[in-house]
């Protein structure tokens, strides 16, 4: 009875290799299989490396092909490859694959390039093994260049991130915006900077919304929401080598949202839950930490009842305070604040109206001041970016300095850019938008006691600048022209219902 031989057999493809070559997986596999029937065998183990493997996951192939091929070599009567560059991508591999057939005495058939098995065989082979380790390592830095380049002249150098998409013309490889992703990617920015949102939170209103991640992937997770909040291609910026370059592609977020939500992250805001004074809102007056709030649940004579308390991040650390306060405390503090703005007589109305608009106008030269000093900066930015430029055409510098040298001065400017786009379009509104901000002041305790939790929010965020708990009163910097109203501009007595028409400044007094 005669028996067969045993084969061992590897093809391995890549998608340029296939569309260039035509080497399929199918076309190798037919290959040796036929070599294997027409020398009377058979291929009793067959590995498969596809054109979507990993480098990872085609290192592990090929090690677990050395190791059966050691165990059984006895029972192998040689180990078939469709060519030299199928079997190895560089010359360590191809050592390997020598070292098996002298070792073990495994036959190594290359049923597409026979070649024999003497001293001028082996050296056709090794030469053909050079070939394919040079293709290897020249492809890989033809494809590194062309990254350099594609990222040095704005363009993503790889697949472009969520919210994009790769769109190829005339041969190149352009980026769109996917409008459905990028809905998604303003979204999850502004529920994270603006509605007090946390990861976890994001997550969930996601979902409620109906917006989904991918066709495939339908879910966001904390992960995915993570990463695009981090990432800085949102602000018109490409990624190479560390390093973070101005981009050709359309901004999806403005940086003064970037950089908020910087802010936050940096507190690691995780935990699923809503509240009106956490997630960044109120920072320790100690530590500088943002505040967290926990929820104690109490029984009572009419079931359980939960109460929430506030304290600092970091309570438990070694010299730091123990202080926690009730959130109806907070609430408290914040209403005083309303009902101290609040002005009853019609007369005194009338008069800090007027005096607003004074110092609307006062604001208004001031910023004008201010405006014609950013641009200077602006300026002078822009020269410094000019002369970097031209060191680098130069080859004065090399292109890691260029190009982190580069990003500060973007920085700076796109900084300066928001200062300046902020003072042209508030220069001819001050007026009309410190008299509305005054009257709103006279509505912000109704207005917060019928709120929700994102309302009072974004009355917090309309009224100040910044919050900081000391011990337990609430200390915060007003925005203009609130300040005002939390000053007082009256002269000897605070309390209004007792101010006579005479006891008013009059507006230059007051200024």
């Avoid at 060519?83 to 591999?93: E, H, I, T, Y």
């Avoid at 910044?466 to 609430?474: G, R, W």
Wanted: proline share 3%; net charge positive; with cysteine.
């Amino acid at each position: 009875m005669t028996t067969k031989n045993s084969y061992l057999a590897l093809a391995r493809v890549s998608s340029r290799e296939q569309e260039r070559e035509g080497f399929s997986l199918d076309v190798q596999e037919d290959a040796l299989r036929r070599y294997a029937e027409r020398h009377g065998g058979e291929i009793v183990k067959f590995y498969r490396i596809a054109e979507t493997a990993s480098k990872q996951a085609e290192r592990k192939t090929f090690k677990e092909l050395l190791e059966y091929a050691k165990k059984n070599a006895h029972k192998l009567d040689g180990l078939l490859f469709y060519k030299v560059d199928r079997a190895a991508r560089n010359l360590l591999d191809y050592v390997e694959l020598e070292r098996l057939e002298m070792k073990y005495n495994l036959p190594i058939v290359y049923v597409a390039q026979p070649t024999e098995n003497t001293p001028a065989g082996r050296m056709q082979r090794r030469i053909l093994a050079n070939m394919a380790s040079f293709y290897t390592e020249q492809q890989s830095l033809d494809v590194r260049e062309g990254q350099s380049r594609r990222a040095e002249s704005g363009l993503f150098p790889c697949k472009a991130p969520y919210g994009y998409r790769n769109n190829r013309v005339d041969g190149r490889s352009l980026v769109e915006i996917d409008t459905d992703a990028a809905a998604n990617v303003r979204r999850i920015f502004e529920l994270y900077s603006q509605h007090g949102q946390t990861l976890d939170g994001v997550v969930q209103a996601m979902a409620a919304d109906g917006r989904t991640y991918t066709s495939t992937q339908p879910q966001f997770t904390r992960s995915k929401v993570h990463h695009i909040l981090r990432d800085r291609s949102y602000i018109g910026e490409v990624l190479y080598r560390g390093q973070w370059l101005a981009g050709k592609h359309s901004p999806l977020i403005g940086r003064e949202v970037f950089d908020r939500v910087q802010v936050l992250l940096g507190d690691k805001t995780y935990a699923s839950h809503d509240s009106v004074y956490g997630s960044g809102m109120v920072k320790c007056g100690h530590c500088g930490r943002p505040m967290v709030y926990e929820v104690k649940t109490k029984s009572t004579s009419s079931g359980p009842k939960e109460y929430r308390y506030y304290r600092c991040s970091r309570y438990t650390s070694a010299g730091h305070p123990r202080v926690r306060i009730n959130e109806t405390q907070l609430d408290k503090q914040i209403i005083e604040f309303f009902r101290q703005m609040k002005v009853s007589d019609p007369k005194i109305h009338a008069w800090m109206v007027k005096i607003i608009q004074l110092k609307a106008e006062t604001f208004q030269r001031d910023d004008e001041k201010r405006l014609d000093d950013l641009q200077r900066q602006m300026a002078v930015a822009n020269r410094q970016r000019s002369k970097l430029l031209n060191m680098r055409i130069a080859e004065e510098i090399d292109r890691d300095t260029f190009a982190a040298k580069d990003a500060e001065l973007r920085d700076q400017m796109q900084h300066l850019s928001v200062l300046i786009d902020a003072h042209s379009r508030e220069k001819s509104e001050y007026a009309d938008i410190a008299i509305k901000a005054f009257e709103l002041s006279q509505q912000l305790e109704n207005k917060w006691l019928t709120g929700d939790v994102a309302a009072k929010r974004e009355i917090l965020n309309i009224l100040c600048l910044n919050y900081t708990l000391n011990d337990v009163s609430l200390d915060m910097e007003i925005r203009k022209p609130f300040d005002v109203l939390a000053k007082g501009p009256f002269v000897s007595i605070s309390r209004v219902d007792r101010i006579r028409t005479c006891d008013l400044l009059t507006p230059s007094q007051a200024l």
